[in-house]
């Protein structure tokens, strides 16, 4: 699979934990200088000072998902660019997690790119300034493809193809 926007890794790691024959291609830019002061504004300042170090996001993500290194590969950029990067590469995931920009580019890219690929995704009603982001960009590539979207709490996912009633397949 491909996860975009990892933060610390606390998604990633329940993939892996879950999973264990999963491999999580890792994509965010894991940009300093603001890390430590998010984390000190909900509540970890213990950590500020650790995320605000130089490339102490990126180290804090690697440690945190350490025990699995070998089934992580951190892909150091941001998306939608680095999406592309990957397809030319021959990457194919069975599955991409959306959980970075919020906007509608990530998905019209991941369904060029991979087709087939299982699309879902985080954060359904989180709302910013009175903007259902996340909810918006998933329900406006739903409608444009005639696909349908099932969501619970936070999570969402994009159905491509309807369940079938298995009697009435071939
Ligand atoms: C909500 S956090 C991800 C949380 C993580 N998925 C979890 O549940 O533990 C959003 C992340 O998206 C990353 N991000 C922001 N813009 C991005 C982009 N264009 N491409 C990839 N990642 C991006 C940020 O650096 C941040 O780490």
Redesign the pocket.
Same mark, same amino acid.
Request: proline share 5%; hydrophobic share 50%.
């Given at each position: 699979m491909i996860?975009? @926007?990892?933060?610390?890794? @606390?998604?990633a790691a329940r993939w892996l934990q879950t999973s264990p024959d999963i491999i999580v291609i890792c994509?965010?830019?894991?940009?300093d200088g603001w890390a430590g002061d998010y984390a000190a504004k909900y509540g970890n300042s213990e950590f500020q000072d650790q995320l605000n170090a130089k490339e102490g996001l990126f180290q804090t993500f690697l440690v945190n998902l350490s025990a699995c290194s070998s089934r992580v590969i951190p892909v150091r950029d941001?998306?939608p660019e680095?999406l592309l990067k990957l397809f030319l590469l021959g990457v194919q995931p069975d599955l991409v997690f959306l959980?970075?920009?919020k906007t509608i580019d990530d998905l019209l890219v991941c369904h060029q790119l991979w087709p087939s690929a299982i699309l879902t995704g985080?954060d359904w009603s989180w709302e910013l300034e009175g903007d259902f982001l996340a909810k918006d960009a998933v329900i406006k590539f739903a409608s444009k493809h005639g696909f349908e979207v099932i969501h619970k709490r936070q999570s969402w996912l994009i159905v491509k193809e309807p369940e079938r009633d298995p009697q009435t397949v071939g």
């Open positions: 996860e975009i @926007g990892l933060f610390l890794g @606390g998604s994509v965010d830019p894991w940009l941001a998306s680095a959980d970075a920009t985080d």
